[in-house]
C-alpha cells in the first residue's frame, strides 16, 4: 500500500502487511512515521495512492461500506461523549456496530466490569477522566467489533492498573478471532502484547516479525546504560560496544555478554572520571531493536 | 473471562432494514449527543423567530395586515434556513476541531442514513421555532393565517435543501474555521439579498432574476403560500426551483461524503 500526499511526500511507501485472525498485530514507529496514515486507510478514512486492502473475499479500497462494517477503529482522538453516560456511550455505539440490544448490554457492562469502570457506569462522559474515557472509547469500539479490529494508542493517559486489565482484553479480542491492529510507540508495552510486529519509520516498513525474531540480531547481548553528568558529551566508546544511543543523559549501548565484566570495568572508569552518574546492566529488550532501526527511542527523540 | 462475539466473516449488510437499524441509531445517537445542548438551541431559535416578528414591528409604524404576513412567513422561512445553513456546519466544525470526527465517520451505517438522521434532528430544533414565529405573529399583529396541506412539502424542501446545504459545506471543506466564514456570509447574503421577507419586485431586476434560481426565494414563496391565501404568486415555478435544488443538495452531500482523500 502506498500513499502520497502532492505526488511526492510518501506518508507510506510500499508497506505490504499480512495479519492473521486472531493475531494481535503492533505497529510500531516515532510521530509522523505513518502509521496513522496507514490505518486510516484500512478503516476507508483516506484513500492510498496505490494498493489494495483485502479481508477474506472483499476488497476495502473499492468498497468503504464494507470496510466500516468489517473494521472497529479507536481513533487517538478522545471519544466525544460529553453528553453520554458511560453505558448510554457503550450501547448506542454497539447498536449503531450493528449488535442486538440485549447482546450489547451484557457485553458493554461485561466490559465495563472487566476494565474496574463500573462505578462510573451512569457518569456523564464530561465529568470522566481522560484516561477512564479513553478505556470508555475502547469498550465503544470493541463492544461489538468487527473481524479487524484498529486501537491507535489505545493506552494513552491509562493507569498502569488499568492498563494490565486492558492488555488483557485486547488479547481476548484476538482469542475471540478478531485481527487487532496495535498503533502504539510504546515498545515495552507492545513487546508483552503482540504476536508480531511492523516498525514503519518515515513511511517505510523497516522491520516486521515476532517480538522474538527482531530481537534474535540481540542475541546472546546485553544493554549497558550509562547515565552521564549533565554538560558530558558521548565519551569515546570502547570497541565491545555494537551499536548505542542517546536520549538526554541516558547513553544505552549493546554489548556481548561476554564482554559484560569488561562492560562494567569501562562503565566503572566513566564513573571515577566523573564523566557518568550511574550505570546499569540488563537483558536487551525491543526497545534496543527500535532505537537501532529507527534512531529514536519510544519514549521520545534521541 | 468475557468471549468476543462469535466470529465467521459476515456477509455485507445492506438493505432496507439494515438502513432504518442506521438510521434510528444514528438519530438516537445525535439526540444524546446534544441532550444538553438541544432544549438551549430549540430555545434560541424559537426566541430568534420570535423576536424576527416583534422586531419588524417596532421598525415599521404601522403594519398592515398584507406586510404583518410577509414580515412573519419570512421570519419562519428565515428560522427554518438558519438552523440548516449555519447551526449544522458549526457543530460539524465544533466535531473537526475536537478530532472527533474520524470516529464518527468510522462508524458502519450508511451515510444516507446518517445524514438522513441529521436532517430529522434540525426538523426538531426547527420546526418548535416555526411555530413560535406564527403565535408572535397572531399575537403581535392580529393576523390569521390559512394554512394548507401544502405546508408539509413546503416546510419539508426548505429544510431538506437548507440543512443538506449547510451539511455538504461542512463536510467538504476541510477546514472548521472557513466553513464557519462561508456560513457567516451566507447569512449575509440571506438577510441582505434574499427577498425573503420581502416582496421580490422590490429588488432590481437582475438581483431578481438571479433570486429565481437561487433557493432562498423559492423556499420564501412556497411556505408563504402555504400559509396565506392569494399573498404571492407564481408558486408552482418555485416548488420546480426547489425540487431542483433539493436533489441537487442530496446528490452534493453523496458525492462530499463518499469522497475520501
Known amino acids: 500500500m502506498t500513499k502520497t500526499y502532492d505526488g511526492e511526500v510518501f506518508a507510506n511507501d510500499a508497506i505490504t502487511i499480512e495479519v492473521e485472525p486472531g493475531e494481535v498485530y503492533g505497529l510500531l514507529g516515532p510521530n509522523g512515521a505513518g502509521k496513522t496514515t496507514f490505518v486510516k486507510q484500512v478503516i476507508g478514512l483516506l484513500k492510498p495512492t496505490s494498493g489494495s486492502i483485502r479481508v477474506g473475499p472483499y476488497d476495502l479500497v473499492e468498497d468503504p461500506d464494507v470496510a466500516r462494517q468489517l473494521c472497529s477503529y479507536l481513533p487517538q482522538a478522545q471519544m466525544p461523549i460529553q453528553s453520554f453516560k458511560m453505558h448510554e456511550a457503550v450501547h448506542i455505539t454497539g447498536l449503531i456496530r450493528g449488535g442486538p440490544s440485549d447482546a450489547v448490554r451484557e457485553r458493554g457492562d461485561a466490559l465495563i466490569e472487566a476494565l474496574d469502570l463500573t462505578e462510573w457506569r451512569d457518569t456523564l462522559g464530561h465529568k470522566l477522566s481522560g484516561g477512564v474515557r479513553r478505556l470508555v472509547g475502547f469498550i465503544m469500539t470493541t463492544v461489538w467489533p468487527g473481524k479487524v479490529v484498529i486501537l491507535d494508542e489505545p493506552t494513552n493517559d491509562v493507569d498502569p492498573r488499568r492498563r494490565r486489565l486492558l492488555w488483557e482484553q485486547i488479547r481476548l479480542l484476538g482469542s475471540g478471532g478478531a485481527a487487532v491492529f496495535l498503533v502504539t510507540h510504546n515498545v515495552l508495552e507492545a513487546e508483552k502484547a503482540v504476536d508480531r510486529l511492523a516498525i514503519i519509520n518515515e513511511g517505510?516498513?523497516?522491520?516486521?516479525?515476532?517480538?522474538?525474531?527482531?530481537?534474535?540480531?540481540?542475541?546472546?547481548?546485553?544493554?549497558?546504560?550509562?547515565?552521564l553528568r549533565p554538560g558530558n558529551g558521548i565519551p569515546e566508546l570502547p570497541a565491545l560496544v555494537h551499536?548505542?544511543?542517546?536520549?538526554?543523559?541516558?547513553?544505552?549501548?549493546?554489548?556481548?555478554?561476554?564482554?559484560?565484566?569488561?562492560?562494567?570495568?569501562?562503565?566503572?572508569?566513566?564513573?571515577e572520571a566523573e564523566i557518568a552518574e550511574e550505570y546499569a546492566l540488563g537483558a536487551t529488550t525491543l526497545e534496543d531493536v527500535y532505537i537501532r532501526l529507527t534512531g529514536h527511542t519510544s519514549q521520545g527523540d534521541s | 473471562m468475557i468471549a468476543a462475539p462469535a466470529s465467521t466473516l459476515p456477509g455485507k449488510r445492506a438493505g432496507i432494514a439494515h438502513w432504518l437499524r442506521s438510521y434510528t441509531a444514528m438519530l438516537r445517537w445525535q439526540l444524546t449527543d446534544m441532550r444538553l445542548l438541544l432544549p438551549l438551541t430549540v430555545m434560541v431559535q424559537l426566541l430568534s423567530g420570535v423576536g424576527l416578528v416583534l422586531g419588524f414591528g417596532l421598525l415599521i409604524d404601522d403594519v398592515s395586515e398584507r406586510v404583518a404576513l410577509f414580515l412573519s412567513t419570512g421570519a419562519v422561512v428565515v428560522t427554518l434556513v438558519v438552523v440548516g445553513v449555519i447551526m449544522g456546519p458549526q457543530l460539524i466544525a465544533q466535531q473537526k476541531s475536537a478530532g472527533s470526527y474520524d470516529f464518527m465517520w468510522s462508524l458502519p451505517v450508511p451515510r444516507s442514513s446518517a445524514s438522513a438522521a441529521w436532517v430529522t434532528l434540525n426538523v426538531f430544533i426547527a420546526v418548535p421555532a416555526m411555530f413560535g414565529a406564527l403565535f408572535a405573529a397572531i399575537w403581535r399583529y392580529g393576523v390569521s393565517f390559512e394554512p394548507s396541506l401544502m405546508i408539509v412539502p413546503a416546510v419539508g424542501l426548505t429544510l431538506v435543501t437548507g440543512t443538506l446545504l449547510g451539511y455538504a459545506l461542512a463536510h467538504g471543506i476541510p477546514r472548521p474555521d472557513i466553513t464557519q466564514l462561508i456560513s457567516q456570509l451566507l447569512i449575509f447574503v440571506i438577510f441582505g439579498f434574499a427577498p425573503i421577507s420581502y416582496p421580490i419586485e422590490n429588488l432590481p431586476g437582475w438581483l431578481a432574476e438571479v433570486n429565481r434560481y437561487l433557493p432562498f426565494y423559492p423556499m420564501a414563496n412556497a411556505v408563504r403560500d402555504s400559509l396565506t391565501e392569494g399573498l404571492v404568486t407564481d408558486v408552482g415555478r418555485s416548488y420546480v426551483v426547489l425540487a431542483v435544488w433539493a436533489t441537487l443538495s442530496i446528490g452534493i452531500v453523496g458525492i462530499v461524503l463518499r469522497r475520501r482523500k
Open chain 1, 204 to 227: 517505510r516498513l523497516i522491520a516486521q516479525g515476532t517480538p522474538s525474531s527482531l530481537k534474535s540480531d540481540d542475541r546472546g547481548r546485553l544493554r549497558l546504560q550509562l547515565m
Open chain 1, 243 to 271: 551499536h548505542h544511543a542517546r536520549v538526554g543523559n541516558n547513553l544505552m549501548m549493546v554489548i556481548d555478554e561476554a564482554a559484560a565484566g569488561a562492560g562494567i570495568a569501562w562503565a566503572q572508569q566513566m564513573m
